[in-house]
């Protein structure tokens, strides 16, 4: 089975801290994903990456970046946590091209900004 | 832009029955899959059933089925003899096709949260 995870279930961070949030898959997926999750909007992209090193902005980037340097971790970076951030962050990931279109997600870690 | 419709943000049923979640979406793009995925209280999100535009036939999953109407844009998910541990969070998404070398990005609806009754 594929399995994803996530670093924290929950975490508490102070407003101005800088936020990492940790993402590792075990099945050699070459596509990770950041996604955010807030009650009565669904999930949001935030951003993807198709390769390590390789990375695109989703549909609401502004206040966040990654990093992925190896090919089974994909971080998700608050530089300057603000307390609008504070929301659940599930990451996924899946194959890439038409080989399988299925994403896996992760637990999700569930962000409190003072 | 390709955007999901759930209007029904909270449902209820009662275990053994049948109940049908809707799902709507807009898009211009005639390769695409179309996905429900489920998310339990624990906030697992897990993969229920995938539809291929391409292919006429419904998807069906043990007790869960879709009804794709490609030309409605519709894509309902009916849960038959409804189970306390179906009671979760339900999301419709979208994603244009593989092919052209789209990287697979989903495109969620709002959710319907759904409670399965003893």
């Known amino acids: 089975d594929v399995k994803v995870t996530q670093s924290s279930r929950y975490l508490v961070k102070r407003t101005g801290e800088k936020v990492f949030l940790e993402c590792v898959q075990d099945?050699?997926?070459?596509?990770m994903f950041w996604y955010r999750q807030d009650p009565g909007l669904g999930l949001r992209l935030i951003y993807f990456?198709?390769?390590?090193?390789?990375?695109e902005k989703g549909d609401i980037p502004e206040g966040y970046s990654v990093s992925r340097e190896k090919k089974e971790r994909f971080s998700l970076i608050l530089e300057s946590a603000s307390t609008n951030q504070t929301s659940m962050y599930l990451c996924?990931?899946?194959?890439?091209?038409?080989?399988?279109?299925?994403?896996?997600f992760g637990p999700g870690t569930r962000l409190l900004v003072l | 832009a390709q955007t999901v419709t759930q209007s029904q943000p909270e449902m209820s049923v009662q275990e053994a029955e049948t109940v049908t979640l809707s799902c709507t979406y807009d898009?211009?793009?005639?390769?695409?899959?179309l996905f429900w995925y489920k998310q339990p209280p624990s906030r697992q999100m897990i993969l229920v059933i995938r539809?291929?535009?391409?292919?006429?036939q419904n998807a069906t999953e043990n007790r869960f089925s879709v009804n794709f109407q490609k030309a409605a844009k519709s894509f309902s998910l009916k849960i038959s003899d409804s189970q306390l541990g179906d009671t979760a969070m339900y999301f419709c998404?979208?994603?244009?096709?593989?092919?052209?070398?789209?990287?697979?990005?989903?495109?969620f609806g709002k959710g319907t949260k759904l409670s399965v009754k003893p």
């Open positions: 099945m050699d997926h070459e596509n």
């Open positions: 539809q291929e535009a391409y292919k006429q």
């Open positions: 990456s198709y390769d390590v090193k390789m990375k």
């Open positions: 898009t211009s793009e005639n390769n695409y899959y």
């Open positions: 998404a979208f994603m244009k096709g593989a092919y052209g070398g789209s990287q697979g990005n989903l495109i």
């Open positions: 996924a990931s899946s194959l890439a091209g038409g080989r399988s279109v299925t994403q896996y």
